[in-house]
């Protein structure tokens, strides 16, 4: 079975600087992956995702990037952070040919003060 | 485009006290749903994945049944421990290979002693 670590797990950045966030999974090879945003009350909203290496799809036009240099570790980035990008970000994985389900990693807490 | 519509938002049970939580759903053709268990400060933890009308899985107090427009998360008998917030998900056939899901705000379910 696939585990999914992500770090930091908490964060506190001032408006306007970097970020970076890491996701890298274990026990699966060339797997889907996902970042998403939990913002209170708003669900789940899906912000990038992987099929491959170096390949990434945008869902929500905003700040942030992702990146995917190895197959199983992706990156997601802001060169300037806003108050607005604070939430709790999952990254998710799925392995193709499986029954189709994502795995969430412990998630990291950003807060833009 | 796919919209899930959980309902009720919130749902305080007392120990024992069967109910069941509401998905609504409206997708271009169902590869599947899931539903998923998020604890405070966690990632979603998966449960079930239904993929056709008529389709039901169980897991403990837990029994989800799926139609062509919606699907319902049974609980029975509820204990404290099952109070979580519960998010339901459908994932498109139109989205080929990416197998991108569009959540649910969730059913927030507190389970008093």
């Known amino acids: 079975s696939q585990t999914i670590h992500q770090w930091p797990a908490t964060l506190v950045q001032p408006v306007g600087s970097p970020l970076s966030l890491e996701c890298t999974v274990e026990?699966?090879?060339?797997?889907?992956l996902y970042w998403y945003r939990q913002a209170a009350g708003r669900g789940l909203q899906l912000l990038f995702y992987s099929v491959g290496i170096g390949q990434i799809s945008s869902e929500v036009p905003q700040n942030l990037s992702a990146s995917r240099p190895q197959d199983r570790q992706f990156i997601l980035s802001s060169k300037k952070l806003l108050l607005s990008d604070s939430g709790f970000y999952l990254c998710a994985s799925i392995t193709s040919g499986s029954s189709y389900e994502q795995y969430f990693g412990p998630g990291t807490r950003l807060t833009v003060t | 485009e796919d919209q899930v519509t959980q309902s009720p938002e919130a749902l305080r049970l007392q120990e024992g006290e069967s109910s069941s939580l509401n998905c609504s759903y409206t997708?271009?053709?169902?590869?599947?749903l899931f539903w998923y268990r998020q604890d405070p400060g966690k990632g979603p933890e998966f449960l079930f994945t239904?993929?056709?009308a008529g389709e039901e899985k169980e897991k403990e107090r837990l029994k989800a049944t799926l139609t062509k427009k919606e699907s319902f998360l049974h609980i029975t008998a509820p204990k404290p421990e099952d109070s979580a917030t519960y998010l339901c998900a459908v994932q498109a056939l139109s989205g080929g290979s990416n197998y991108k899901l569009t959540f649910g705000k969730g059913t927030l379910l507190t389970v008093n002693p």
């Open positions: 239904l993929y056709s």
């Open positions: 997708v271009s053709g169902l590869r599947g």
């Open positions: 026990g699966t090879s060339n797997p889907n």
